[in-house]
């Protein structure tokens, strides 16, 4: 049975794509952006590949390799998709999707401001090795309200100064995000604008106060901001 006109054209767009990748290391998208089909397969090698605030969307196999993928606007892992980090790196500007297999390994993801965007989205659970988001404009970081974002490496979160602040905030005001950095994970984090975020199944972030870290405690949120000699009178009352 022969393949329909769109597939074909699916097709023919992943090899054209694969053959720049892999052939002159470095490829920019326009128009259409990737798009990897049900079944199909697409790995960035040690490629650099700019969509240039296009979008990436996977319902198939999408491996980053040892390459990068920047200008994202919008990253969509579809229920049939597969996201392989490996050693890569991913930049978006617009939303993460995740509703598929994000299989991190020692990958660096950043969100990041361009493409337009004063908000970036992210949707789904997902388990990140080094994640990074910042802005100088004072960009709003929304996360899905009930998901869990874990980072198993690095965490990096910083805003711009005096007013450009990160924010940080549940799709549903008042019911919470799972935010949680693994040790011996290493945080980064300065001039953020934080509220519903639960950090306790991990580490304690931005240890001590607020303004410390140029930031704003906007409230309902766990093992954010703690104090640290509060804490160390705390852990000797409780053990006397």
Same mark, same amino acid.
């Given at each position: =049975?022969? !393949?329909?006109?769109?597939?074909?054209?699916?097709?023919?767009?992943?090899?054209?794509?694969?053959?720049?990748?892999?052939? @002159?290391?470095?490829?920019?998208?326009? *128009?259409?952006?990737?798009?990897?089909?049900?079944?199909?397969a697409f790995d960035v090698g040690?490629?650099?590949?700019?969509?240039?605030?296009?979008?990436?969307?996977?319902?198939?196999?999408?491996? !980053?390799?040892? *390459? =990068?993928?920047? /200008?994202? &606007?919008?990253?969509?892992?579809?229920? $049939? *998709?597969?996201?392989? *980090?490996?050693?890569?790196?991913?930049?978006?500007?617009? #939303?993460?999707?995740?509703?598929?297999?994000?299989?991190?390994?020692?990958?660096?993801?950043?969100?990041? #401001?361009?493409?337009?965007?004063?908000?970036?989205? =992210?949707?789904?659970? &997902?388990?990140?090795? &080094?994640?990074?988001?910042? $802005?100088? $404009?004072?960009?709003?970081? $929304?996360?899905?309200?009930?998901?869990?974002? #874990?980072?198993?490496?690095?965490?990096?979160?910083? /805003?711009?100064?005096?007013?450009?602040?990160?924010?940080?905030?549940?799709?549903?005001?008042?019911?919470?995000?799972?935010?949680?950095?693994a040790a011996p994970g290493v945080?980064?984090?300065?001039?953020?604008?934080?509220? #519903?975020?639960?950090?306790?199944?991990?580490?304690?972030?931005?240890?001590?106060?607020?303004?410390?870290?140029?930031?704003?405690?906007?409230?309902?949120?766990?093992?954010? @901001?703690?104090?640290?000699?509060?804490? !160390? @009178?705390?852990?000797?009352?409780?053990?006397?």
């Amino acid at each position: =049975m022969s !393949l329909s006109l769109n597939k074909r054209k699916e097709r023919a767009r992943l090899r054209l794509a694969m053959y720049f990748a892999f052939t @002159f290391q470095c490829i920019t998208a326009y *128009g259409a952006g990737i798009s990897v089909g049900n079944g199909a397969a697409f790995d960035v090698g040690t490629g650099l590949v700019d969509v240039n605030c296009l979008d990436v969307e996977t319902a198939g196999q999408f491996s !980053l390799g040892g *390459g =990068m993928v920047s /200008g994202v &606007n919008l990253l969509s892992i579809e229920s $049939t *998709g597969e996201l392989n *980090g490996d050693t890569g790196g991913l930049r978006f500007a617009g #939303d993460w999707w995740n509703a598929g297999t994000f299989n991190a390994a020692q990958s660096s993801i950043s969100m990041q #401001d361009g493409c337009g965007t004063s908000e970036s989205l =992210m949707l789904g659970d &997902n388990g990140f090795y &080094n994640f990074s988001a910042s $802005t100088s $404009t004072g960009k709003t970081f $929304t996360i899905e309200a009930g998901s869990e974002q #874990d980072f198993a490496n690095e965490l990096s979160l910083q /805003g711009g100064l005096p007013n450009h602040r990160l924010k940080i905030r549940s799709s549903v005001n008042g019911q919470v995000v799972q935010f949680n950095l693994a040790a011996p994970g290493v945080q980064q984090i300065n001039a953020v604008d934080v509220k #519903d975020n639960d950090a306790s199944a991990g580490q304690l972030l931005a240890p001590g106060t607020p303004a410390a870290y140029a930031s704003v405690d906007a409230g309902n949120n766990q093992n954010w @901001f703690a104090i640290i000699s509060d804490l !160390l @009178f705390k852990d000797s009352f409780e053990s006397n």
